[in-house]
């Protein structure tokens, strides 16, 4: 059985204090227990938010949404895996397509940053997907294929046992064009089916695939009722304590 996860990616959206209130009025909710909730903030709210979670005593992982490929040295700007693990992160976004796309991040680099998030025991969520212009081409599976070939090759099946993938279509990504639950769940079938090729049938089952791209309260349900979408990875949706609150218990 694989328990959903719903994930907040706030991007580079919400000050320490909001980041803060947020938590305290989610806090104040109830949560459907049978269900995860992940939050990734900017990197200045994962200490906080960290311990508003401890004292509120709401069940959640905070996590970071990149981190750097290197362990640490002369990268200015740039925060190791051991650092984002000591400011309270559980879990790290790699691989985002505003990543790939605005920061030029390679298949390469998102390889390494998912060997030091495992190094330092952090759960990587990696973000694989399509633009519009593959899928027209008919290009989606191999797209996919390579991202998770490439980012995923060499590691073995019991170290990647924690890695949860993101699958979110580029044109689905905050344009409110939500992939239809139909094919996304195609894509989610793809995807284990590689990750079954990678590390063998059994870890592929356990393996949980979030679907992301303009995810609203309103398409949640009939996402979430398909066999292989394990939970949703949630961007502008997530900014509102109400609107995620819904999504949450869906
Ligand atoms: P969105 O973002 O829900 O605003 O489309 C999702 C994401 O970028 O992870």
């Not at 970071?64 to 040295?73: K, L, P, R, V």
């Not at 593959?134 to 599976?141: A, C, F, I, M, V």
């Amino acid at each position: 059985m694989r328990k959903p996860i719903i994930a907040a990616n706030w991007k580079m959206y919400k000050t320490q204090k909001e980041a803060v209130d947020f938590l305290e009025s989610l806090a104040a909710s109830s949560l459907k227990e049978d269900r995860e909730v992940w939050i990734a903030p900017p990197f200045t709210a994962i200490s906080a938010l960290s311990s508003t979670e401890k004292k509120a005593k709401i069940s959640l992982k905070i996590g970071a949404q990149t981190i750097s490929e290197h362990t640490e040295g002369a990268f200015t700007g740039e925060i190791s895996a051991r650092m984002a693990v000591e400011a309270g992160a559980q879990f790290v976004i790699i691989g985002h397509s505003e990543r790939r796309q605005i920061f030029h991040e390679t298949n390469a680099q998102i390889r390494k940053k998912t060997e030091k998030a495992l190094e330092q025991s952090l759960i990587p969520m990696l973000c694989v997907g399509e633009t519009e212009g593959e899928r027209s081409l008919g290009q989606t599976n191999s797209v996919l294929k390579k991202q998770l070939e490439e980012a995923l090759h060499g590691f073995s099946s019991p170290s990647i046992q924690s890695l949860v993938i993101a699958y979110e279509p580029v044109w689905a990504i905050g344009t409110g064009k939500v992939a239809t639950p139909e094919l996304a769940n195609e894509a989610h079938h793809y995807v284990r089916k590689v990750l079954a090729d990678l590390f063998g049938l059994e870890v592929a089952k356990e393996i949980r695939i979030l679907y992301g791209g303009s995810v609203k309260p309103e398409f949640i349900k009939d996402l979430m009722d398909e066999r292989d979408i394990d939970g949703a990875l949630v961007g502008g949706a997530s900014l509102n304590p109400d609107s995620f609150l819904k999504i949450i218990n869906y």
